[in-house]
């Protein structure tokens, strides 16, 4: 179990290094967009598929997740990637926005009531 926890830690600074990633004017605007769409649905509280569904729920979280990590990793620079990494290790937590986060809320609602009203007028006209 220990090497999970690692690989667990290990995950959490990629992320953060992602987060960081995606400010930094020397990372190339393609990787900034994954590492964006990556941190953001990290830091989402909705998933793709509900945690409350057996097996399935958690799915999106150990597959998705980490690929799209990976995926963003390659797409930064090596030297880039390895300054972020460290500065992501010193910092003690994770980046945290409410504002962030209420965004993100507020875009899936809205989404999902877009979907709602357009399934609306297709189907019940």
Known sequence: MPDLKAWARTLRRDVHALYLAGRDPRVPWYAKAVAALVAAYAASPIDLIPDFIPVLGYLDDVVLLPLGILLAIRLIP????????????????????????????????????????????????
């Open 78 to 125: 090596p030297t880039i990637l390895a300054e972020h990494r460290r500065a992501a290790a010193r910092a003690q937590g994770r980046p945290v926005s409410a504002i962030a986060a209420g965004v993100i809320a507020v875009i899936w609602i809205a989404a999902a009531a877009l979907s709602a009203w357009l399934s609306w007028r297709y189907f019940c006209r």
